[in-house]
């Protein structure tokens, strides 16, 4: 008996100094761990400063004490959308429209930073000559849902062309540039690389750039589920400081964002080079002189009936401590 004793007491002294000394080491599952974000993408321009902080992450192993990122890739916007809102990830680059819809429905979604500026250009084959040459013709959109939805109508707008005129239809990116080779439209309207890729083969040209139609034009964003900004805000501002000073490495276009660019994206160097020329990576708050033009043309387009508020769906409170 007195062993057994003995034995007990043992055993409660132990477990007391491994208790002890966890405390004083590493905590596995307390404020100690790295909070692990993952992030939503499709391999387009568009995302590079996401692409940029990732590696960036990979060479400097200390550069995040908070968060780790996990970048997931997907083929569509719908697919994206889809894990976005079930909580497969927590956050995306996605076309903002997109997760204003999403908000609307009652998503909690907060867009914490542009993905990028300009960088979407009109392509159109090479016997259009004018915008007006597109009348009666079909023309790709990646969504209705989308800022290149919206400069096509602009544009048609601004040459007195009604935009039933033209027929619009819904492709991915991917296959954009093969169906203007194809003869299958004439004209489209995308994120890049897939613009440069019809003007560097030689099959398409540039009809009008995005800052031709509208200045300041919101396309891509960076949004994050506000459950995960909630409950690790450390690891969410950590996450938009890395993103924000990546998107200025991205400026620079240089040898080593083009390589990293390669990683993420299959293309030519000539169509990345020119993809890149097009697209800015600073200056990535969203305004909200430049929300409210996009509500417009979202409700004038009678694409959405009640877009979400600029304070409601907008929280700027992370990239202004990241600047």
Known sequence: MKRLGRLIIGTLVLSLVLG???????????????????????????????????????VNKNQFKDVNIELVKFGTWPELMDALNTGKVDGASVLIQLAM???????????????????????????????????????AIPQKFSTMNILLYQALKNAGINYSDVK??????????????EGRVSGYIVAEPFASKSV???????????????KNSICCGLVL??????????????????????????????EKVQKIASKYMSVDKKVLDASLKYTSYTDLKIEKSDYDVLTKYLINMNLLKDPPKYDDFVDNSLISKAE
């Open 101 to 139: 819809k999403a908000k609307e429905q009652g998503i909690d979604l907060k867009a914490v930073a542009l993905g990028h500026r300009d960088g979407t250009n009109i392509i159109v084959s090479k016997d259009i000559k004018n915008i007006t040459d597109l009348k009666g013709k079909t023309v």
């Open 200 to 214: 560097v083969n030689g099959k398409g040209k540039i009809l009008y750039t995005s800052a031709d139609i509208w």
């Open 225 to 254: 589920r506000n459950d995960f900004i909630k409950n690790n805000k450390e690891a969410a501002q950590e996450f938009v400081n890395g993103y924000i000073k990546a998107g200025k490495e991205a400026e620079a276009k240089d």
């Open 20 to 58: 002890l000394t966890a405390c004083g080491g590493k905590n596995t599952t307390g404020s100690n761990e790295k909070k692990t974000i993952k992030i939503a993408y499709l391999p387009i321009t568009h995302a590079v400063p996401l692409y940029v902080e990732n590696e960036d992450a990979k």
């Open 168 to 181: 619009t239809v819904e492709l991915t990116p991917a296959e954009m540039p093969s169906a203007l080779a």
